[in-house]
């Protein structure tokens, strides 16, 4: 199975436990890109709506295409009600979006799964002039806050973290996108922090892809080897985060 299909497997761990990005993230995206009604948005990969409400609450017009057939109804039972929501169920890839244009496209660590020439060129041709792709993602940092279960985990990387399938995704150059005719490319990044206790942590961790797929008897062990660790450690997990926003535009 390939890695971006793997988290279709668990849509309600995954609605509950992935994070979601600051407000002031939102509020300052929908200033740059000026989104409200009247405006046309598409959503690469929403998931369950980790960055979704804040898009959709401006009365824009949202769309949204989402691989996982049951991340999709998830997304359906969330969302339907609202009169301005649209989604198909279908690979981005491949997917023939026809006349549809766009005034913003926004991926929330979603674009990184596919290949660049595809993500930037297609996302290029899918924007109005002077259209806005914004790409977000979130990065966490547990070792500053506590530095001794922090080590404590790696000891059970080093031991249990033996996954049955690969994982060989990294080095996305999200500034690349200038090869591809976008402008004006710009990076902000926002602060938060998240506070777990030790069931919540392992939920959390079990959404992770390279760890769904660690094979028994590692996974039990491995995850109950983390609950424990921060058992002992002070009893909790606290994330300082931080939610980087890229920003770029299709010329005028």
């Not at 992935?18 to 998931?47: M, T």
Request: hydrophobic content about 35%.
């Amino acid at each position: 199975m390939e890695f971006r299909k793997i988290f279709d497997t668990i849509p309600e761990q995954f609605d509950r436990f992935r994070p979601r990005y600051s407000p002031e993230l939102f509020e300052y995206l929908i200033h740059h890109a000026q989104i409200g009604p009247g405006k046309s948005v598409l959503e690469i990969g929403p998931g369950t709506g980790q960055a979704t409400d804040p898009i959709l609450e401006t009365g824009c017009d949202y769309h949204a295409i989402e691989l996982g057939e049951h991340l999709y109804a998830k997304m359906k039972e969330k969302y339907d009600g609202f009169p301005n929501f649209h989604i198909v169920n279908d690979d981005f890839i491949t997917h023939d979006f026809g006349q549809q244009r766009f005034d913003m496209v926004y991926s929330a660590a979603t674009i990184q799964w596919i290949p660049e020439e595809i993500a930037f060129s297609k996302t290029f041709a899918l924007l109005k002039p002077g259209g806005v792709l914004a790409m977000m993602l979130t990065r966490s940092d547990y070792k500053t806050t506590n530095e001794e279960l922090y080590e404590k985990i790696q000891k059970l990387y080093d031991l249990y973290y033996k996954p049955d399938i690969p994982y060989t995704h990294g080095g996305f150059r999200y500034d690349n996108a200038q090869n591809y005719g976008f402008t004006d490319f710009e990076q902000h990044d926002f602060y938060g922090r998240r506070v777990m206790n030790p069931d919540e942590y392992v939920s959390y961790c079990g959404t992770h892809c390279d760890h769904i797929v660690i094979p028994e008897p590692y996974k039990t062990a491995f995850f109950e080897g983390l609950r424990k660790a921060v058992k002992e450690n002070g009893g909790k997990v606290v994330f300082n985060d931080t939610y980087v926003l890229y920003l770029t535009r299709k010329p005028l």
